[in-house]
């Protein structure tokens, strides 16, 4: 039996290659975090140049939890990143570019223009996207055919601080766009400039203040100017609607006579 002291030095050198090891995990983490901002996934290359071991240690976490040798903690970092576990052979990095292309297209449709926030609720790994685009082109490292793709849906590759004033008109047309879209003109406040527009209008005829031609042309596309009215009236055609069905209902139950059998007094 090997003596105390002995035992005391294995067990202390097991720790501190444990905490290594966890400092190792908890760095390519890190790493595989910045990957997922730059290409909006996980599923790294073997022979990533720019950090060669990260595509290793990604087939070795698969490898982990594929035999239930991943802890619990560490498998929920991971998913944390929307982690592939078996991202299949069909899996391509052309086509990861081409899905946030189609989203960035789409955005355009909505919004007129291609400055995806990094916070954008709705998709926020498309704003990290957009932002790596800009990055790449500056450090001359994308791709010329995507460059015309990008041009094509007039990307900035210098974004503006200040956001790009349209005339009232572009605006309109814009507004006529959004209705052939979404069959409506009801434009959430919070959609974007779009929606702003769409409320200045509306305060414009509250106060009295909007254009004789400018009221004529959104009459056109019939707006709505008080939308809380139109709400509100429907809410109480509704309720009467309602009421007078359970009226209906009621008088019919209650107000009917019963049917008696006239029999004449025999005399």
């Not at 899996?91 to 946030?100: D, I, L």
């Not at 082109?137 to 995507?146: F, I, Q, S, V």
Request: charged share 30%.
């Amino acid at each position: 039996m090997r003596p105390k002291k002995y035992q005391d030095v294995v067990f202390f050198k097991k720790i501190k290659k444990r905490k290594n090891q966890d400092c190792s995990w908890n760095e390519k983490f890190e790493f595989l975090h910045i990957f997922k901002e730059l290409y909006g996934h996980t599923n790294v290359p073997q022979r990533y140049q720019i950090y060669p071991c990260l595509g290793a240690w990604v087939g070795k976490q698969r490898g982990f939890f594929s035999k239930s040798k991943l802890s619990r903690g560490r498998a929920e970092l991971l998913l944390f990143l929307n982690f592939e576990w078996a991202p299949g052979k069909g899996f391509s990095f052309e086509a990861a570019w081409n899905k946030r292309y189609e989203e960035l297209k789409y955005f355009k449709t909505i919004y007129g223009h291609t400055n995806v926030p990094c916070k954008y609720r709705n998709n926020k790994e498309l704003g990290f996207w957009v932002k790596n685009q800009r990055q790449f082109y500056r450090k001359k490292l994308l791709d010329h055919g995507r460059v015309f793709l990008l041009n094509l849906l007039g990307f900035e590759w210098i974004r503006r601080e200040a956001p790009v004033k349209m005339s009232w008109v572009e605006r309109y047309k814009e507004f006529e766009d959004y209705i052939l879209r979404f069959g409506n003109g009801m434009v959430p406040q919070r959609s974007g400039p779009l929606g702003k527009w769409v409320q200045k209008q509306r305060d414009q005829f509250r106060n009295n203040t909007i254009k004789k031609e400018r009221k004529e042309l959104l009459d056109a596309l019939n707006f709505v100017w008080e939308p809380k009215k139109i709400f509100f009236m429907k809410v109480r055609e509704k309720n009467q609607l309602n009421q007078n069905y359970n009226n209906e209902n009621f008088f019919y139950f209650s107000t009917e006579k019963p049917i008696i059998p006239y029999f004449p007094a025999l005399r």
